[in-house]
């Protein structure tokens, strides 16, 4: 695949996501933002679509078919979403994604529509919290909320697949860089992770697998799909084996690598019931460029999971400040310690996405 230079706000990788399924259906896990094709291409191209009337075949446009099919305003069944061909069932799910999202609606694929489809955001269909422009965006849970329903404080154990390991960094590195991940989570909320002796009884099976691995979802090879899991209680984490990963970029030159703390952290979320975030700074932001690190909990991620499992006693937005000055100055800056101008600086920032 082209990649893009890494400082192009269009070279983000995208990391899967887990859908949840109503009980009883075999649980698969969705890709949040599988569309490679749209990038910079597409944008510069719109005008083909601009331009095209109902009926005409436009090169390109079955990727922004199955983008609407995705996000559920297009039907497979009544439109065949891998030809290029525009039609009236594609205009009215364009009119209904831009009445959704707060732009103008025309039914063309428009400048800002398309450069708002290229935004990686939240898409899981149905979530608690809708992506609108307008509205506050924060922390989405999947659908009907689900959680692991033990007593709190719970434990979870997890453990790593013996049959789909990962060769190219030792376990005990793969270990530390999930216990870090775990770590930060069970900091912030009454529940805590313990590897398993025995990985069959774990709570979290965690595996690197390759291209196809029987779950509906194949890996990619490099980049673009890093990893997916699913929401609670499955307990599955599944990385891509083809990747670099990378516990440390000064060991790891190469320009692919990814941080497996990062993808480790944001893949957690989803395991305790945390969806996509529309939040750029929060760890459940759907992308991850390669060699960024991004693995400290915001204030949305927090929000977010406290309010499925509750707050660690331990836990206090001032320790949160101390501990994350130094790497993010703009949130100390404007951080004071009352609830009330934490939201005002959430509402900001929601407003700035
Ligand atoms: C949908 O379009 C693709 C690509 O043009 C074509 O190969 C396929 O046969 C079509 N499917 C149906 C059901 O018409
Ligand atoms: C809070 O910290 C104390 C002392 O470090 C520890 O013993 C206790 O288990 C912690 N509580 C939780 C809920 O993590």
Not at 251 to 273: N, Q
Request: charged residues 20%; contains cysteine.
């Amino acid at each position: 695949m082209m990649l893009l230079p890494s400082t192009h706000p269009l070279s983000l990788l995208f990391i899967f996501l887990l859908h949840s399924l109503p009980p009883c259906t075999a649980a698969r896990p969705v890709p949040e933002f599988p569309f490679r094709e749209l990038t910079v291409s597409t944008v510069k191209n719109y005008n083909r679509f601009l331009s095209s009337k109902r009926g005409s075949r436009v090169n390109g446009l079955s990727e922004i078919k199955k983008y609407f099919h995705y996000l559920g305003y297009l039907g497979s069944l009544d439109c065949n979403i891998s030809d290029d061909i525009l039609n009236a069932k594609l205009e009215s799910a364009i009119q209904h994604y831009q009445s959704r999202l707060g732009l103008q609606v025309t039914g063309k694929l428009d400048h800002d529509t398309v450069s708002q489809i290229l935004v990686p955001k939240c898409a899981v269909p149905d979530g608690e919290s809708s992506p609108t422009l307008h509205a506050t965006k924060n922390y989405v849970y999947f659908p009907g909320k689900p959680r692991w329903a033990r007593r709190i404080p719970m434990i979870l154990t997890y453990g790593f697949s013996p049959d789909n390991s990962y060769h190219h960094l030792s376990l005990s590195d793969i270990r530390k860089a999930f216990k870090r991940a775990f770590s930060r989570w069970a900091s912030v909320i009454p529940v805590s992770f313990v590897e398993a002796d025995d990985y069959g009884f774990a709570d979290i099976k965690i595996g690197f697998y390759i291209g196809d691995h029987g779950d509906g979802e194949p890996f990619d090879g490099v980049l673009g799909i890093l990893a997916h899991s699913f929401s609670p209680e499955s307990g599955k984490l599944h990385l891509d084996a083809a990747e670099t990963w990378a516990v440390d970029f000064g060991v790891e030159k190469s320009d692919v690598a990814v941080d497996l703390e990062s993808v480790a952290v944001h893949e957690i979320g989803h395991l305790l019931g945390l969806a996509h975030s529309p939040v750029k700074t929060a760890v459940m932001y759907p992308s991850l460029k390669p060699r960024e690190k991004k693995v400290d909990l915001s204030i949305d991620d927090i929000h977010g999971v406290q309010s499925l499992y509750g707050s660690n006693a331990n836990f206090t937005f001032a320790s949160l400040l101390e501990s994350d000055t130094s790497a993010n100055p703009a949130f100390g800056l404007r951080f004071e310690p009352s609830l009330l101008a934490m939201s005002m600086f959430l509402a900001a920032s929601f407003l700035c996405l």
